[in-house]
Every structure is written in C-alpha cells, then in structure tokens.
C-alpha cells in the first residue's frame, strides 16, 4: 500500500513491437520484447497491456522486421601483436564494427605473458578496459606447456576465462607437443574447461613451406597449396582422438575442410564432446582469390587458407545439419599498405611467408550468415540464432546471460530490417581497414537497431554508443552444455 508522499517509483521500459521474434523454441510473428533495465523482462504478444501507467516507455516498432539475440563472436583477435604490429583493430574499432554488424558479445584471444597467464590476462584486460563498447570475455592462449601454466589454469578459471587454446601449427611459435596438448587437456578436464584447437598439421606445413622456398614458388597462391585440406583433417582426427583419451571438451577452431567436418561428424556420434567452428569467410570466399597476382591475393591469405568450393557446401550443408555448431569470424585483420605488402619483394616477386595471414570478419559475419544460410533457404532463422548466438554462449559459458531472446537475459537484441541492403566495401564498413575481402558484394538485409544490455547502440545503422561501456563478463563452467547434436 503506498503511504502519502511516496513518490511511484518510474521504471525505465523499452519495448520492442509487432515484428518475427526468433527464440530458441521459435519465431513469434507479431511477437514483442519487453526490456527493464539492462535485461529482457517478457517476449510474447501483446506485451502493450502489460505496461503500467507510471512506466516510462520507449516504443520501438519492429513491423515487418525481424528480432534476434545480439551475435556472440567467440574468436577474435583485436589489438593482436605480431612481430613489429598489431592487427589494425583495437578494441574500440573492432567492438564499433562488431556492433554494427549485430554482435554484442566477443570472446577474444588472450596471450600468455613473458611470465605467466596472469600477466597476460591483465595485459588484455587492459587492451579492453576504456575501450570496448560491447561485452567481451577472453580465452587463453596456450603457447607453452610447464607445470606452472597447468597450475595457472584453474586460477584463470576462477577468473573467468574458462577456455584454452592450443594449436598443432605453427611450430616454433605456437605449436605444443602432442603430449604437452594432452596435459593441457587433461587438465581442462579436471576443471571442466574447454580446449579450442587450431588444428593444422604443423610439420607437415613447415615441410611444404620448405619445399616452395626451395622451389622459389612463394606466390599467395602457394600459401595454400602448403596447408592442404588432408593436412587439416589429419590434426582434427589427432585432436578428436586425443579429447577421447582426456575426457576433455573440444571445439575445433575455424574448420574449412569437408574431411575435417566429417571427423567432426563421426565423432559426435562416438559421443566425444567435440564442438565444430567455422567462419563466413570458408562459407563465401574461394581460393581462386589467392590466385590474384601479389597483394591482390595477399590481401586473402589466412590460415587454414580458403578452399574451393566443394568444401564451401559442405561447411554450409554442415551448419544446417549440426556437424559445425559455431559461426565466429577470426577476425584478425591486416592492411594491405604496410602490412599484406610485406610480401611484395623489391625484385617485383612475392614471398607469401612474409605477410601476415588473417581476415577481418566482425561486421560482415551475421549478413553473410543470413543470406547464405536463410535467404539461401539452407536453414531458417532459429538456426541462425542458434549457430551466431545461442550455441556459442552455451559452449562457451556466457548463457543464460547472453545468446537468447529469453526473459531474464541480458538485452543484447538485434533488429534486423530485411527490406534493405548493406554494402560492404571498405568505405562503408567500420573497421580500421584499408580493404574489405568483400569488396563489391551488396547484402541483403541491414542491421538497423542494436541493443546491447538495454542500451541502444545502434540506431539507424549508425553506432550511438560509448567507448568503453563493454563489460568483462566472467563466463562460467558449463558441464552440461551438450549443445552438439547432430542431425544426420
Ligand atoms: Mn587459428
Ligand atoms: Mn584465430
């Protein structure tokens, strides 16, 4: 009962009207979400009679739109250091063009420091702090194996960063030992983490490498003639085999061979607690592109490299059917000027093993998801969600906050307007880039309206937002997160 001179207290709402509401149990047509706060409070019809007259309301009109859990990104690598550079986004330009193109959470590459995990997780924490504009979390890279690094596992955990990376490429730099990638996941096993695996055969890579050097054959072509697709499969079989023996929980980085998704495939059905990732960049760009003399095709080398296009159906076909269950981008971005152009040697030849590999994706990701996946009628809108938001936060331990049109989540939506179009060459896109892989391609759809939290930081594609108001979010262990099925 309210006494004399209380004052009613005004609650601050946000509702969202009449469009496709895409929930994990379906898409609610004329469907509307209610937001109090930094969190959704109902999704449903009608919610307009559920307002109260002290409430403070802002309506948004969502009428022949549709809306979607803001995108988790769970691979990025922004404010990256190589060698004499970083990778050209920072966590404000990289978080901005992530907004626009719909995501509101990233989980990004962390590094070991030059004395433990800890300093390197306060290095990246750091890199974010000030500077983020949407909710990040962090994985850790392991890049060398001794037994403090295996004790500073749980500490991280603890911390929140509950994910480990390993890789079977790059030896020298990167690579562990198999019994080294066996500890680190027995490991994680005990402590209920993840491993996530760049899984190329390294050896196998550094012989061809060798043999094209020997050849003076260092085109940007032959950056992927050195990383074949049986390469690939070959470490995901190793990986696959190697997370049976540990008991640990996978998930295989940035698959762009059909074989490796067919390991994948066959060992969900075994029952080992794999996890397939893919990115838009295997799913829409093909090796052809590396055949473009000098920087022209530097400006698409990454790694494991693009492939032709049998191996782009299959990935797709795979999202569809649940042998791959995350879309991330890797979003690792280089300029040409200064950078992709290392490898343009001053005889006029290329040296692919000077430039550095890696393909901006942050902002494109969700477009390319929804014309090739829903547009193209491969699969609908629930499985988008699923593969952009849902999947990924649940394997990585950010649901029930993130990832879902759910009361009681956080407000990370997106409202998608399907009656337009959205450039992306280089100009009209945020990164702080000097190219855009998808230079000429005018996609259907536009990212109008961006909530992250409650916030609206997008609005009228255009990003309203502050740097700096991203969160830490801790993600959380999450044993039951058995999101891998397969369909066929
Ligand atoms: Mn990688
Ligand atoms: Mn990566």
Known sequence: MMTKGTMSKKTLKTLIEKGSIVTPGGVIEQGDVLIEGERIVAVGTDLRKTIEKHDE????????????????????????????FSSADDFKTGTIAAALGGTTSIVDYAEIGPSSMQEGFSTWMEKAHGRAVIDYGFHMTVKRCDPQILREMSQMVNQGVTSFKVFTAYPGRMMLSDENILRVMKRAAEL?????????????????????????????????????????????????????????????????????????????????????????????????RLKAPGIQGAAFICSPPLRDITHLNALWEGLANGWIDILSTDHCPFNIKGQKDLGVLSNGGFDFTKVPGGLPGVQTRFLLAYAGGVLAERFDLVRLAEITATIPAKVFGLAPRKGALTPGADADIIILNPGETTSFDAVDLSSNLDYSPYEGMRMEGLVETVFSRGECIVSDARFIGEAGRGKFIPRHIDKGAEDNRVNN
């Open 57 to 84: 309301v802002t309506f948004i009109s969502a009428e022949d739109k549709i809306v979607l859990p803001g995108g988790v990104d769970a691979h990025t690598h922004l404010d990256m250091p190589l060698e004499d």
């Open 192 to 288: 209920n983490a993840l491993v996530v695996v760049h899984a190329e055969d390294g050896e196998l890579i550094e012989e061809l490498i060798n043999r094209k050097k020997r050849a003076k054959s260092l085109d940007p072509i032959d950056h992927a003639l050195t990383r074949p697709s049986a390469g690939e499969c070959r470490a995901v079989r190793r990986i696959v085999e190697m997370a049976e023996i540990a008991g640990a929980r996978v998930v295989i980085a940035h698959i762009s061979a059909l074989q490796a998704a067919d390991v994948v495939r066959e060992a969900k059905k075994k029952g080992v607690k794999v996890y397939g990732e893919t990115c838009p960049q295997y799913l829409w760009l093909e090796q052809n």
